[in-house]
Nanobody, 113 residues
Framework: QVQLAESGGGLVQAGGSLRLSCTAS????????MGWYRQAPGKQRELVAS???????DYVDFVKGRFTISRDNSKNTVTLEMSSLKPEDTAVYYC???????WGQGTQVTVSS
């Protein structure tokens, strides 16, 4: 059974930082690039950052320089370090084995102005 568990969300003031973590089952973690996505109320889910099996990273423009994605293959975890948070970063954040049909429950990030 595939398991994805996100954690680390919360309420933070604008300019603050949060660290999101995701633990995935080995069956998907070992064979997939991993991505962090987010979905704000009334909006579509969107990719924020991704990390390949080899550690290669990619970011959407609006988080470049503020967010850092990384993975620990020995622990089947992927982390999203977020800094200089803005109110528009408010959303539910999900980790996702790219190319799979699996999604976790997500973790809420709320940034107050």
């Amino acid at each position: 059974q595939v398991q994805l568990a996100e954690s680390g969300g919360g309420l933070v003031q604008a300019g603050g930082s949060l660290r999101l973590s995701c633990t995935a089952s080995a069956i998907v973690f070992s064979f997939n690039a991993m991505g962090w996505y987010r979905q704000a109320p009334g909006k579509q889910r969107e990719l924020v950052a991704s990390v390949g099996r080899d550690g290669t990273t990619d970011y959407v423009d609006f988080v470049k320089g503020r967010f850092t994605i990384s993975r620990d293959n020995s622990k089947n975890t992927v982390t999203l370090e977020m800094s200089s948070l803005k109110p528009e970063d408010t959303a539910v954040y999900y980790c996702h084995p790219i190319g799979s049909g699996f999604w976790g429950q997500g973790t809420q990030v709320t940034v107050s102005s």
